[in-house]
């Protein structure tokens, strides 16, 4: 027997076990408390759970040992039904029994209706943890986390007042965490000032820093953060990977991502979470390309992303326009075997309808069969933005007859369909509809938009009206969207009226102060563009810099007005002079600076005139075109000039109003496609006038033998 004994607690795999266990069989030792818990820690407790059953009268040990088994492992039930077992046999349970019964009741929940029979209930936990004879440390943990766990905060408060002993880290810690997940951020300050000062001399450890953390990333409360990040060098808390993570999540999401990213550099053994945490950050912060380069480091150190990795790197395609990197990210879905569920559906349509592939966001919605607000939300937003209103009318009316409550995003997608596609009455019904039919109070991005919807149409005076009787002062978009409306059907007076009350404003919106000036200055009123702009200077008011972004194989170019750090910035503005000596050499020299305060109309007959004099000088103007459109692409590789000179490589998917497209091509391009001026703000006119313009040099090219490619 002791020789058996000897070689059981030295044996090292099953088959020793095996013959250990024939053995005990063999000469009928009563062997089993010391068999349970060797197999339990080879990971073989379906094996030790059949000797369990094979042994006639098993020790309270064997039984706690196989109930704990079962709960570290994530089988709760299997821990619940074995205590019911073992309260049926004659062993009782002792207090090294109840801690690993406790924590299966918090895990199983309060859907259980009865611990004993059928099922388990943690009120039924509480009813035998009271019957105890003798409660220890661990018991009192336990009862508190479970409680915590299932949301029964104050239940659990009053058990940890009524604590008669030490309090330690873990209970302290489970009571901070209980407020936390309640959102009562002020009561989870409090206790945890009261844990430094407490006469159980208790201090936190990274666990409850990790929890506290969490919640100043939530609520963005970025002056308690740093106070913790502090904290935790002054105490010399030791940092694991998961404080690390909860401290750069805090910093990022509070907006100091360069902390965040200092944070995260130091980190030598970067796992998933920590990835997560500093893209989510960058992508929240607006740090959009940083994002993406994120992702190409991360997958470049074989980390594997998951899905909130993938939803992130998705919003920043939408927001840069990055197609090829959003379709290998889709691509990298399907071929890893990636679920595609509601939260990545909504991320994919977003991304696609962004950037200009309505029909393909269209297409990921439809075979989406689970759809929740926010995919519905996506499709309603998309097809808005695309001009096509009453597609995204039809799909809010699929959302309603499905049974899906809208929202207030839902209702911003409405009007905007409402507005983009001129639907007057339809918007006038659905702005109703928000409080009378579906119970949601308008905010001011609705009022925006129904207020630009009424502008555009000529009803400025409902607009107007509709400003001064709504529920919440109205901001500076809504007063912006009533003087564009102004400018477009040339009503001075309301724009004055406007005009006082953007420029009583702080800090005015530096768009519509020169949206104002521009009004001024089609109507001749030049002592009241002066007043504007001189107020603009005494209140030190900038404009930020336009950008431009073209994407090519994946790769994000970003532009600013007179960027000088791009690789190929020499060549690019050696072309542009070139470009601007054509100009003069012909004769046609733009007027830059009175174009900004030109009336549209005017603008319109200035192209005209521009066009009609270009095509009379086709071979010179064609040279001219040729050179323009290379030094907007030739470095992106939008001309594949190696199989056939002038055609088109890959689309560009955005372009935001760089100097160069603003002043130079609105002036002298029509769109040859509808015959419209190119405008930044149809980005889908704009690609095809940019493709049209592609196809016309070239043929334009071939007609009169100029060669394509301008040396």
């Keep these: 027997m002791v020789m058996l004994l000897s070689l059981l607690r030295t044996a090292t795999s099953l088959t020793q076990i095996h013959q250990i266990h024939a053995q005990i069989l063999i000469h009928g030792l009563p062997l089993q408390t010391h068999l349970i818990p060797k197999l339990i820690d080879l990971h073989s407790i379906d094996y030790a759970r059949f000797v369990l059953d094979q042994t006639p009268s098993p020790t309270d040990f ?49 859907v259980l209706e009865d611990m004993y029979c059928k099922c388990f209930r943690l009120d039924s936990a509480r009813n035998f943890w009271d019957d105890m004879e003798f409660r220890d440390e661990v018991s009192w943990n336990s009862i508190i986390s479970g409680y915590v766990q299932w949301g029964q905060v104050e239940k659990a408060r009053d058990l940890f007042e009524e604590m008669p002993m030490r309090r330690n880290v873990v209970c302290w810690t489970a009571m901070i965490n209980g407020y936390g997940k309640e959102g009562d951020f002020v009561e989870m300050l409090s206790l945890f000032r009261q844990m430094l000062v407490s006469a159980d001399e208790v201090q936190p450890n990274a666990a409850t820093m990790v929890c506290l953390l969490s919640a100043c990333s939530t609520l963005c409360n970025y002056e308690v953060g740093r106070f913790l990040s502090v904290f935790i060098d002054v105490n010399k808390i030791p940092l694991n990977t998961i404080l690390v993570t909860a401290l750069i999540d805090m910093y990022s999401k509070c907006g100091d991502v360069e902390k965040a990213w200092r944070i995260f550099d130091g980190v030598s053994c970067k796992n998933l979470p920590s990835w997560n945490a500093i893209i989510t950050g960058c992508v929240q912060g607006g740090l959009l390309e940083e994002a993406i380069d994120l992702y190409r480091h991360m997958k470049a150190q074989s980390v594997k992303p998951n899905e909130i990795t993938l939803v992130n790197v998705l919003s920043a395609c939408a927001g840069l326009g990055a197609l090829e990197l959003g379709r290998e990210v889709h691509l990298y879905l399907g071929r890893n075997g990636l679920d595609l569920n509601v939260i990545l559906a909504t991320a994919l349509v977003d991304m696609y309808a962004k950037c200009g592939k309505i029909d393909d966001a269209c297409l990921i919605f439809v075979k989406t069969s689970e759809k929740d607000v926010a995919l519905w939300n996506a499709m309603i937003l998309g097809l808005a933005y695309h001009g096509d209103g009453r597609d995204s009318l039809a799909v809010f009316s699929q959302m309603v007859r499905a049974g899906v409550q809208p929202n207030d995003v839902t209702f911003i997608g409405v009007l905007s369909a409402c507005n983009h596609s001129g639907l007057v009455e339809e918007g006038r019904v659905q ?78 919106n530096i768009g519509f102060c020169i949206l104002l000036s521009n009004i001024y200055a089609s109507s001749g009123r030049w002592k009241d563009v002066a007043r504007v702009r001189r107020q603009v200077k005494e209140k ?157 040099c070239k043929q334009l090219a071939g007609s009169i033998g100029c060669d394509s490619r301008v040396q």
């Design 540 to 696: 030190r008011i900038k404009k930020p810099s336009g950008c431009s972004w073209v994407e090519v194989d994946g790769v994000v170019h970003r532009f600013v007005v007179e960027d000088t750090t791009h690789l190929k910035s020499g060549e690019i503005y050696g072309a542009y002079e070139i470009l601007v000596n054509h100009l003069k050499a012909e004769g046609l020299i733009p007027l830059f600076l009175a174009f900004g305060l030109m009336d549209e109309h005017l603008r319109r007959d200035i192209i005209c005139q521009r066009y009609e004099a270009l095509v009379s000088r086709p071979k010179a103007i064609c040279q001219i075109l040729i050179l323009f459109w290379q030094v907007l692409m030739i470095w992106f590789e939008v001309f594949d000039t190696s199989p056939e000179p002038g055609t088109v490589k890959r689309e560009l998917w955005r372009i935001k109003c760089s100097t160069l497209y603003r002043e130079h091509f609105f002036i002298f391009i029509i769109d040859f496609g509808s015959q419209t001026p190119c405008h930044c703000s149809n980005q889908k006119s704009s690609l095809e006038g940019l493709k049209a313009l592609g196809v016309f």
């Design 62 to 110: 064997s039984w706690n040992s196989l109930i704990r088994a079962y709960t570290v492992h994530g089988s709760p039930q299997n821990s619940l039904f074995l205590y019911l077992k073992m309260l049926r046999s004659s062993t009782k349970p002792s207090n090294f029994t109840f801690p690993f019964v406790l924590k299966a009741c918090s895990t199983l929940g309060s």
């Design 431 to 508: 702005f109703s509809s928000m409080a009378d039919k579906h119970g949601l109070s308008p905010k001011l991005e609705h009022y925006a938009c129904m207020v630009d919807l009424l502008g555009r149409a000529g009803h400025l005076k409902e607009a107007y009206e509709l400003v001064q009787n709504m529920l919440i002062p109205p901001d500076s978009i809504i007063w912006g969207a009533l003087l564009s409306a102004c400018r477009i059907h040339r009503n001075l007076e309301l724009a004055d009226k406007i005009s006082e009350t953007i420029m009583a404003s702080q800090d005015p």
